[in-house]
């Protein structure tokens, strides 16, 4: 499958949204809609998956395989260097207890023991539980006829939404898989089903629904709306259906340094949080100004992410993907 640029670049844009929101969290400051590159990852994801298995087949097991060796190795370096770093008191306000590391090894949503919340030590891991979750269903779906995986992806995420919605669970496991954003990844496999169909809007239309995305989420920033998966999951299908229009009518440049930071958006997504705590903890005792200090954990964060994309990630997967080859034929996926 060739390289959609679009989906490159605002793989890279989202990532850096969530560095500058965390950024400006951590340094007190605010950029609140930066946490909505999580839903345009959502539906980026949803996106993804469906056009590559209907492109190149694949069992559900080595999908799921392949999911796993792509997430997770990067992803448990980092929580491992969160668990060594309390440990030796680097992190003075986290606690832990096997129960929360096993379930953040393990994807399984669990309440940190920190602040109640349901996130792993490693906090934007919170995301990978619904990614994974997504896997799964998405892999029992490739054991239905192909005519029918779409129709029932969408009614089985549906129907965990409804169900949530009806008895208002409390425990961590049905409360994260019954939350709306679910439906982004299954709108992002319709959004690859029309792509795949051509039956996408052209690119002057894919251009407005871009800037109207754009609009909407600039609005909900500087008027200071409040803001959730209601709300930002239809910006956020907006923005990547009229980016995937704009490319498929020939109207989309080629950006290098886009191109490069959406490749290595999951290394900084990863990564962002421990340089921007290191500039923040040493900025405390300065006179310099929070948007500042904000900048420079954002620089940080993503620096630290390219850095961890060539020197970790990218082996890693060479690596595992050499010993895919030496063990079988590797999939497609």
């Not at 999908?63 to 370096?77: C, E």
């Not at 009806?166 to 049905?174: A, E, G, N, V």
């Not at 997504?269 to 948007?291: E, F, G, N, Q, R």
């Amino acid at each position: 499958m060739k390289t959609l640029y679009g989906i490159q670049y605002l793989r890279a844009l989202a990532a850096l949204a969530v560095v500058l929101f965390h950024a400006t969290e951590r340094s007190g400051g605010h950029f609140r809609i930066g946490a909505a590159g999580v839903d345009v990852f959502f539906v980026i994801s949803g996106f993804i998956m469906w056009t590559m298995s209907e492109r190149r087949p694949v069992t559900p097991l080595r999908f799921v395989l392949d999911r796993l060796q792509r997430i997770a190795p990067s992803y448990w370096i980092v929580t491992a260097i969160m668990i060594g770093g309390a440990a030796v008191g680097l992190f003075p306000n986290m606690k832990l207890t096997v129960s929360h590391v096993l379930g953040s090894l393990l994807f399984i949503p669990v309440r940190s023991p920190s602040n109640g919340e349901i996130w792993p030590v490693l906090v934007q891991g919170w995301t990978l539980n619904f990614e994974m979750f997504f896997y799964v269903i998405f892999a029992a779906c490739l054991l239905l006829p192909r005519r029918l995986r779409l129709g029932s992806l969408i009614a089985v995420f549906a129907a965990f939404v409804v169900a949530g919605a009806l008895i208002h669970p409390q425990s961590p496991l049905p409360v994260t898989y019954t939350r709306p954003i679910i439906l982004e990844f299954a709108a992002g496999a319709v959004l690859g089903q029309l792509w795949l169909k051509g039956n996408i809007p052209g690119p002057g239309l894919g251009l407005a629904l871009v800037v109207a995305a754009i609009a909407g989420f600039a609005a909900i920033e500087i008027l200071g709306l409040d803001f959730d998966e209601l709300t930002c999951g239809p910006l956020a299908i907006a923005l990547v259906l009229g980016m995937v229009s704009v490319e498929r009518g020939g109207r989309l440049p080629q950006i290098a340094p886009l191109t490069y930071l959406g490749n290595g958006s999951y290394s900084i997504y990863l990564w962002h949080t421990l340089a921007i705590s290191v500039v923040v903890k040493l900025a405390a005792s300065t006179p310099i100004p929070s948007d500042v200090v904000a900048f420079l954990g954002m620089i940080s964060g993503t620096l630290l992410g390219i850095f961890a994309y060539e020197l970790v990630e990218k082996p890693l997967r060479n690596l595992l993907r050499n010993v895919s080859w030496r063990r079988a034929r590797p999939s497609p996926a």
